[in-house]
């Protein structure tokens, strides 16, 4: 089942989609999920809203909405879910979709998106690259913001001009982790997870 | 394979049963029964769509006249459901009711697989694990034992009050064991009681007086049972009497001392629930039962650290105080034991979130209960810690309960228990009340009603479960969501007032150990049917009333107790049972009396005959669990009706077939 | 006792933002005996943008754990966005064949079973060192610190055997053996710094830490105790900016610099220099 209401997904994440909705099925929405979290009250959906869209099979909603990147990641939620539904990685696995199925951009997903790139080149953060990375796709003023605290920064020696790369057989193992991972991905539906 | 006992071949007719479409949709009933007409020894074969049913009985019966049948077994569901039902059977046509095996096709096959063709083929591997089995069956007979007109009842709440007093009533004598000074449980701490809102003491407190007053009724108050030896109709039962520091015959329940204690409103009251306090020598609560004063001695200071002016002593006319009093322990034989230890509240120490015994004015129900109470700690004024009225006041539902990190199951009682106290909270003040819910379960007579009457009386209403309360100042703030808007809320009340979910008592592990019974996955006593034996347990001749098996309200209480209490009844009134005659023998030329098995023993049934230098079981305490055979370096202990041989009989049964099925 | 042992996962922030956590940690564990062998060549975990990908983000965190697997070690990991992927990895991988199976498979010529523990410098110095082993080697007591011990969201969760992930206690322990006085600082204590927002919803990350900032104010505190370099970047170096005029900055510290004061080791040693908000003030009113 790839064409879900309207809209077609790939059949990896039609099988991811199918998994996330399996693991939200036992959601009693009772709430507390969105009364634990810090940001709810900035997202549209809130996150008890959002397992609701998931329940329903709204997956082109859910994909489209802010609250997956308005998550901070503190797992609250998860901690407290009375259902043991794990919402915060499956926040991140929706993230991962929405990247996937080219849904539009946000703020949080230029910087995912730089973030792995950097990790991709050198093997670990640079984060000179991933801020100008960051800020070529998103208020490309706010870099100009961020100046005076990356001076400091830099002043004291916390920020270095020069990437810290692994050796040249750690780097080749990296890209062989990230390319290893998406050719699983494309070839079979998304990989198996949560634990 | 020839039966040991009896010369004449073994005749088995196998039955295998549909029951409806529970095995047979998932089981090829007729390929199973068609199989077992190829096994050895077996002369008959029949399907039955219900062979529990009269039809389906009376077919057996004309089978095995017709047949002769010598050896049965039934392929269906669990034996713990049918297998009496057949043994009767068996019984009715001259055979002995032992020479049946029960193949458990249901339980074990249908309801847990969902492959036809894999449930089959395991359905007739038990079904042939039974046929190699049932002919080292041997006869066996059960015994007949006298059941003693009495009954043990352990906790005095409302559901071993009630019980007791069916007994009594009928004339049997009942020994009511309760561990806090006075019996009442927690149903004396109530202010009035859901949908009716009578007053809890006016209907608790007449049968609290029944029951300490009544002739056939011995009350052992701040006692507990330490030991219980024996079977249906014959338990021996130690009980530890702690001691009062106060003789029971001479107190007069006056109070002098309790006025006269130096620690006078210094120890936070039990029966307060910590919201009122106490002295060392107290009176629980003015209706207690009996109405005699004790002394604590965790905090007297006589019996702390030797040294006290002793007002007590010097108040108490009668000179009842006396420091002298020892633990006791008296022993009684009853025929029967119904257990009535109900619940304590969840303890809340994993939810840190609610900020329960951390904020002031974040209570438990039953804490609430004493503020609305007029004989209270506030003589029913409902106000903060700090002495203000509440303006506001937020009710949490599940805290404790439905939440896999605590406690999954739904502990029934809270939703109508928090629309009950909105109700009082609404009445005694003025307060904005909140609801914050997930479901409101108003199931029961009268209950629904109620809910929509306490709906009118202006209480907000918010779908959603209270995530967590944060001191802010003087007010509480409650963050949740309000499902149905989508929107978080932040609510700041004055009190927060948590429905904590019901769990067994802290030593029901302990009271399960003394009695042998079973608890269920939610740590309550396991009844023997959840459906139709709920006040029976794996035990005979014990019973369940109240709370101990599972969260109830009092209605559902006292039906429970007195199915119970009708239990007892029905058992003492026959005045005799039947248990089974599966037990352990040792034999006695083998064994080396090492005294392995006494030690194992979990229910003290084997002794040393020290002369002859061999051990033997006491046939009537004897439970059948097999644990001495286990035990037994030298082999020397038969189980009757689980031998080795039959064990190892049906073990090949199962073999000898897997090896046919994967060869083929 | 043996001595302890770790293999040492400094994570990339370490290198950077948060060195003076790299350097305190090592100095205060070098102090207490304890041994760290960085992991060589060890890479980024993939922080909070792997979660968008568990596979990619347990392949990242498992070379590393691999490494420590080898030689038999348990891992020490400072960063808790480090440490919360490396121990979710190890627990995965150790719970679930069919994922170690596919992680074993992307990483290729490793094969991980996941029997490493993953501990955070704060478990080992609580737990494994023990608060009185600590208590014994304090010679400079913090008395004159009101500390609230800010455990950030991700060291007790999801969940792990360490500490509760409501209400954690270890540090406040550490902190009250180092001769602190701890304020309470439940439940803000485990509230989220808005870190993972910095970048994309600025104005409400800055938001959650000024809340942090004031609450911890509210309660007495005239410092405040770190164990993540993503909290630190919320309450270092962009505290400035989440307070508002007139309101009065609160020092933070990584709380492996306090107890490398306390067991009388040199500030400059411990990177207290290198913090954004200036620590004068308060370590002033240290005797």
């Known amino acids: 089942m790839n064409h879900i209401l309207g ?189 | 394979m020839t039966p040991t006992h009896e010369s004449e071949k073994p005749r088995i007719g196998v039955f295998v049963c549909y029951c409806g479409s529970n095995i047979a949709a998932t089981v090829d009933v007729e390929k199973v029964a068609e199989y077992a007409a190829t096994l050895p020894n077996v002369v008959f074969t029949q399907t039955n769509k219900y062979t529990c049913s009269d039809p389906g009985q009376e077919e057996i019966r004309k089978a ?51 492959d036809r063709g894999e449930a089959t083929q395991k359905a ?160 629980p609560f003015p209706q207690a039962v009996p109405l005699k004063a004790i002394i604590d001695a965790e905090h007297c200071l006589l019996l702390t650290r030797g040294k006290c002016s002793m007002k007590c002593v010097k108040a108490c006319g009668p000179g009842a105080i006396d420091f002298k009093q020892q633990e006791e322990y008296v022993e009684v034989e009853v025929g029967t034991i119904i257990l009535a230890t109900g619940f304590e509240l969840y303890d809340m120490s994993a939810l840190p979130q609610y900020g329960y015994g951390r904020y002031d004015n974040v209570l438990d129900g039953l804490q609430f209960e004493r503020l609305c109470n007029a004989s209270g700690p506030t003589e029913g004024r409902i106000v903060t810690k700090d002495g203000r009225v509440p303006e506001s006041i937020a009710f949490l539902h599940c805290i404790g309960s439905r939440d896999e990190n605590t406690n999954p199951y739904c502990s029934q009682l809270c939703c109508m228990h928090n629309l009950k106290l909105a109700h009082l909270a609404r009445e005694k003040t003025h307060a904005k009340v909140y609801q914050f819910y997930i479901d409101i379960r108003a199931g029961g007579k009268g209950y629904e009603e109620f809910y929509k009457r306490v709906q009118h009386e202006g209480i907000h209403f918010i779908r959603g479960k209270g995530s967590e309360v944060i001191q802010d100042g003087d007010k509480l703030i409650v963050r949740a969501e309000d499902t149905l808007l989508g929107k978080v809320v932040e609510v700041p009340v004055d009190m927060v007032v948590l429905a904590i979910g019901m769990v067994p008592p802290k030593d029901i592990e302990n009271v399960a150990r003394i009695f042998n019974i079973n608890r269920s996955r939610d740590g309550f006593f396991m009844e023997a049917h959840p459906k139709l034996r709920p006040a029976e347990t794996n035990v005979e001749g014990v019973f369940l009333a109240g709370a101990c098996q599972g969260p109830k309200d009092i209605p559902a209480t006292v039906a429970h107790a007195s199915a119970a209490a009708a239990q007892a009844l029905s058992l003492m009134s026959r005045g005799q049972a039947t248990i089974e005659p599966i037990i352990a023998e040792v034999i006695a030329e083998k064994c080396s009396a090492c005294g392995e098995c006494i030690v194992a023993c979990p229910f003290k049934a084997i002794r040393m005959d020290e002369e002859a230098r061999h051990a033997y079981v006491v046939s009537a305490m004897c439970k059948g669990c097999g644990t001495c055979v286990a035990a037994c370096p030298s082999k020397s202990i038969k189980m009757a009706h689980f031998t080795d041989q039959q064990l190892i009989a049906e073990i090949e049964g199962i073999l000898g077939r897997m090896s046919e099925y994967e060869l083929a | 006792m043996s001595p302890l042992r770790y293999a040492y996962y400094p994570g990339c922030s370490l290198t950077t933002s948060a060195k003076e956590y790299d350097r305190s940690v090592r100095a205060v564990f070098d102090a207490l005996g304890v041994e760290l062998l960085e992991i060589e060549g060890w890479n980024c975990c993939g922080a909070t943008p792997a979660s968008q990908n568990e596979l990619l983000m347990y392949a990242l965190s498992g070379r590393n754990l691999a490494w420590a697997e080898a030689r038999g070690l348990d891992v020490v990991a400072p960063c808790s966005e480090c440490f919360k992927n490396l121990n979710k990895t190890a627990q995965a991988v150790r719970s679930d064949p069919h994922l170690r199976a596919e992680v074993n498979a992307v990483l290729g010529d490793v094969s991980l079973t996941g029997k490493v523990r993953v501990k955070h410098p704060l478990e080992v110095l609580v737990r494994d060192v023990g608060l009185e082993e600590i208590r014994r080697r304090v010679t400079r007591p913090l008395a004159g610190l009101k500390i609230a011990p800010y455990y950030g969201c991700l060291i007790t969760r999801p969940r792990n055997e ?126």
Not at chain 1, 23 to 32: F, I, L
Not at chain 2, 65 to 83: D, F, G, Q, T, Y
Request: aromatic share 6%; net charge positive; glycine share 8%.
């Open chain 1, 7 to 195: 809209r077609r997904f790939s059949p990896a994440a039609a099988s991811a989609l199918e998994r996330i909705a399996e693991e939200v099925s036992v959601c009693m929405q009772c709430g507390t999920c969105a009364g634990s979290c810090p940001t709810a009250p900035a997202m549209d959906y809130t996150p008890r809203a959002l397992m609701r869209l998931l329940q329903a099979g709204l997956f082109d909603e859910a994909l489209r909405s802010r609250t997956i990147w308005m998550c901070t990641t503190c797992y609250t939620c998860t901690v407290r879910c009375p259902r043991d539904i794990h919402v915060t990685d499956i926040l991140g696995r929706l993230r991962g979709i929405a990247i996937a199925e080219g849904y539009a951009e946000t703020a949080g997903m230029t910087f995912n998106k730089a973030f792995l790139d950097v990790v991709r080149r050198y093997g670990r953060i640079f984060e000179p690259e991933l801020l100008i990375r960051y800020h070529l796709r998103q208020e490309p003023l706010g870099i100009l913001g961020a100046a005076p605290i990356g001076l400091a920064l830099f002043q004291k020696g916390k920020i270095s001009p020069l990437p810290e790369r692994l050796p040249a057989e750690g780097l080749a193992q990296i890209r062989r982790i990230f390319e290893a991972v998406e050719a699983r991905q494309k070839a079979a539906p998304a990989a198996s997870s949560h634990a």
């Open chain 2, 124 to 283: 007739k591997e038990l079904v042939a694990a039974a046929v190699e089995r049932v002919p080292l069956h041997e006869p066996l007979e059960p015994r007949q034992v006298k059941i003693a007109p009495s009954t043990l009842i352990v906790g005095g709440g409302i559901a071993g009050i009630q019980a007791a007093l069916d007994i009594a009533n009928a004339g049997y004598h009942v020994y009511l064991v309760e561990k806090q000074p006075s019996i009442g449980g927690n149903m004396a701490k109530l202010d009035k009681t859901f949908p009716t809102l009578d007053c809890a003491q006016c209907i608790l407190a007449p049968k609290m007086v029944d029951a300490g007053r009544h002739e056939n009724i011995t009350l052992f108050s701040y006692s507990e049972v330490v030991s219980v030896e024996g079977h249906v109709g014959q338990f021996r039962v130690r009980i530890k009497r702690k001691p009062r520091y106060v003789k029971e015959d001479v107190c007069t329940g006056c109070g002098l001392c309790t006025q006269a204690c130096v620690l006078k409103d210094r120890i936070p009251s039990e029966f307060e629930m910590g919201m009122g306090k106490r002295g060392a020598a107290y009176i």
């Open chain 3, 162 to 287: 360490f500490d509760s992930p409501e209400n954690p206690t270890a540090m406040d322990e550490l902190m009250a053996a180092l001769g602190a006085e701890v304020v309470d600082y439940f439940p803000y204590k485990t509230h989220c710094c808005g870190g993972a927002l910095l970048l994309s919803n600025k104005r409400i990350a800055l938001g959650m830490t000024r809340d942090l900032v004031l609450k911890a104010q509210q309660r007495g505190a005239n410092s405040m105790a770190l164990a993540c370099p993503m909290c630190d970047m919320m309450l270092d170096p962009y505290q400035g900016p989440a307070l508002r005029a007139g309101e009065k900055p609160l020092p933070t510290f990584y709380f492996t610099q306090l107890v490398g004061l306390a067991l009388g080791m040199n500030p400059d040693q411990l990177g207290f220099a290198d913090r954004v908000v200036s620590p004068r003030e308060v370590l002033a009113a240290l005797s």
């Open chain 2, 64 to 114: 095995i006249i017709e047949h002769k049948l010598n050896r049965v077994v039934i392929a269906a569901c669990s034996p713990r459901m049918h297998e009496v039902t057949w043994r009767r059977l068996l019984q009715g046509t001259g055979l002995n009711p032992y020479l049946l095996q029960v193949a458990n096709i249901r339980e074990h096959v249908s309801w847990v697989h969902q």
